[in-house]
């Protein structure tokens, strides 16, 4: 299978969907309020019961946001749990770019990243 | 037979409807944007259609990922607005009609595409926003019933431009084959330029959305013929949703009209885009 990847681009493709596919169905459970409730109390316990694994486990409960990725996460289930934590897309848009929220908010206003 | 009467273009990013109910349209951040979609508003709430069928993608809300339909249509009488993890919006649920639903499903599966059913489905942000961006006010209800039309955008590999453009003529087939005089209008979804994950993140390219913007009226067939990975190179991996504008277009005829356009940025991490066109050939004086 070709790559669909031009670099430095993530895209979501088959093999990337496959490594994350548990820790997305979890993100996924977040939707409902008790499920929220539930994994806040005992995250560990939470992502036991989806099936993740030790590496997933850590991205999770380090808030490792890059590594959730790298680990297949797609950045529309990972948001999820960004919401939870009060984190904006423009927090993490700063995370995978080296940048602080305020830096990416005001590369934002200034007419987005055309350089990139 | 059934008659589009326009088509929306639109951006569906979430913080536009959250920007929204907080009634921050005087905010620096949001006014111009909102500013821009005042025209096109005006236009639209003297025309409203017997039915509207809008082109969307669902984020993680409706369906997961453990089936992803490429194209999909709901048949339900209603859709409820999704919790998308910090409860729904305070939006009025969607009315659906299930007559044009079906429809719709046999005339595109007789037309060669197989279209998922959706007997049940949670609309989220992408199909409740650019609601909000007709109808800032709906009230109790939206203004007419409408119906979902589902494309996956982001699972790799989307359905090609090309295929989604094909799919909005068939859909315009389906329409003018429906026994009854209804007006309809179809809403496409998503965009502009835009990068939400990587070290690309942030990425905007206002010369893509300006050509975009032009050839969406003038030449679909262009956009219709640029790859997947074109799309992700020049638009971003999430700007790919513009594939869904095809799908509206498709559905036009040849020749229309624009009545507005606006773009904006940023709304959030993305580039913000409008159009909206008279699919009715203008009255000679």
Redesign the interface.
């Known amino acids: 299978m070709t790559s669909?990847q031009?670099s430095?681009?993530?895209?979501?493709?088959?093999p990337t969907?496959l490594r994350g596919?548990r820790m997305?169905?979890m993100?996924?459970s977040?939707?409902?309020?008790q499920a929220?409730e539930e994994f806040l109390a005992d995250e560990r316990a939470y992502c036991a019961r989806f099936g993740l694994g030790p590496e997933h486990t850590e991205a999770v409960l380090r808030r490792d946001w890059q590594a959730m990725?790298d680990l297949g996460g797609?950045?529309?289930?990972v948001?999820?749990l960004a919401?939870?934590d009060g984190l904006s897309?423009?927090y993490?848009?700063g995370v995978?770019?080296g940048m602080t929220e305020a830096d990416?908010k005001a590369?934002?206003?200034a007419?987005?990243?055309?350089d990139? | 037979m059934s008659e589009v009467i326009w088509g929306l273009a639109t951006s569906h990013v979430p913080?536009i409807g959250a920007a929204m109910d907080r009634g921050m349209h005087d905010d620096p951040?949001w006014s111009k944007l909102f500013a821009g979609y005042q025209p096109a508003r005006e236009w639209l709430a003297d025309r409203t259609p017997d039915v509207a069928v809008l082109v969307y993608n669902d984020?993680?809300?409706g369906v997961?990922?453990?089936i992803v339909p490429t194209f999909g249509i709901g048949v339900a009488e209603s859709y409820a607005v999704?919790?998308?993890?910090?409860?729904r919006r305070a939006v009025p649920d969607v009315v659906g009609h299930p007559e044009l639903s079906f429809h719709l499903l046999q005339s595109l599966v007789d037309d060669g595409f197989d279209m998922t059913v959706f007997r049940e489905l949670d609309v989220d942000h992408g199909f409740t926003v650019p609601l909000s961006v007709w109808t800032p006010d709906p009230g109790d209800a939206w203004p007419c019933p409408v119906i979902p039309l589902m494309v996956n955008v982001?699972?790799?590999?989307q359905p090609t431009a090309a295929r989604c453009y094909a799919l909005g003529q068939a859909l315009g087939r389906a329409l003018a084959s429906y026994p009854e005089d209804i007006t309809v209008g179809i809403l496409g979804t998503g965009g502009m330029?835009?990068?939400?994950?990587?070290?690309?993140?942030?990425?905007?390219?206002?010369e893509f959305d300006a050509m975009f913007l032009d050839a969406i009226e003038h030449d679909p067939a262009k956009l219709a013929a640029l790859t997947?990975?074109d799309y992700?190179?020049e638009a971003?991996?999430?700007g790919i949703e513009l594939i869904m504008w095809l799908v509206m277009r498709g559905a036009m005829n040849a020749q229309v009209t624009k009545v507005h356009s606006a773009y904006h940025?940023?709304a959030?991490?993305t580039?913000a885009g409008l159009a909206l066109f008279d699919n009715r050939a203008p009255v000679r004086a």
């Open positions: 669909p031009p430095p681009t993530y895209v979501f493709d088959g969907s596919h997305n169905k993100f996924m977040l939707t409902k309020a929220r990725l797609s950045i529309f289930y948001y999820k919401m939870m897309m423009q993490l848009g995978f770019t990416f590369a934002m206003l007419g987005g990243r055309t990139v | 913080s951040v984020h993680a809300n997961d990922l453990d999704a919790d998308e993890g910090y409860g982001i699972s790799y590999p330029s835009h990068q939400l994950a990587g070290t690309r993140a942030g990425f905007i390219n206002p997947r990975e992700i190179r971003g991996s999430e940025v940023p959030s991490n580039a």
